[in-house]
């Protein structure tokens, strides 16, 4: 059972920092691109950022040059560096892979995480 879980989320004040982490585990056979995507009180969810199997990298423009996204070297761990965050910012950050399982050895399949809470306050 593929399992994606982020983590790192909280309270931070206007220009602050933080750094979400989403992990994947199970049983999966290869990952292919990564993103995070937010959704904020009354809003759709929307992408924040992607990062390819690549490495290669795309951002919103409403993030670009505040977030960093990245991955580890097993490409199995995905990591959004936020730096001088604005209270637009606070929403539930979701992670999302698209992953091939034994069970559907050629097909790639879009895997989320239950999401973690960035709340940007004074």
């Known amino acids: 059972q593929v399992q994606l879980v982020e983590s790192g989320g909280g309270l931070v004040q206007p220009g602050g920092s933080l750094t979400l982490s989403c992990a994947v585990s199970?049983?999966?056979?290869?990952?292919?691109?990564m993103g995070w995507y937010r959704q904020g009180p009354g809003n759709q969810r929307e992408l924040v950022a992607q990062i390819t199997i690549s490495d290669d990298t795309n951002y919103s423009d409403s993030v670009k040059g505040r977030f960093t996204i990245s991955r580890n070297n097993a490409k199995d761990t995905v990591f959004l560096q936020m730096s001088n965050l604005e209270p637009e910012d606070r929403a539930v950050y979701h992670c999302?892979?698209?992953?091939?399982?034994?069970?559907?050895?050629?097909?790639?399949?879009?895997?989320w995480g239950q999401g973690t809470q960035v709340t940007v306050s004074s």
């Open positions: 199970g049983g999966y056979l290869r990952i292919g691109d």
């Open positions: 999302k892979a698209m992953i091939i399982t034994p069970r559907a050895p050629g097909l790639w399949r879009e895997y």
